[in-house]
């Protein structure tokens, strides 16, 4: 479940690579000027990524495997 709406994966996914399937090219604003991200560098050495998943802040949605009934919360 992404931002409550239910999104399908394939086994091994990524949050990431769920996100993408999905269409979605970014899912953060800067905080500054609000510019988009999404994957940057796609290896967890950036933070343009970040996600909520299961309440717990600042995940790497390129590192996280998605699992049956995580509930991300994007910060778009």
């Given at each position: 479940m992404v931002d409550d709406v239910p999104l399908a994966g394939l086994a091994g996914q990524t949050i990431a690579g769920v996100l993408m399937a999905a269409g979605r090219q970014s899912w953060r604003t800067t905080g500054r000027r609000s510019r988009p991200r999404g994957v940057f560098c796609g290896i967890g050495v950036c933070f343009?990524?970040?996600?909520?998943?299961?309440?717990?802040?600042d995940v790497r949605a390129c590192q996280r495997h998605?699992?049956?009934?995580?509930?991300?919360?994007t910060h778009a």
């Open positions: 343009d990524c970040l996600v909520t998943v299961n309440g717990l802040p998605a699992a049956d009934g995580d509930e991300v919360t």
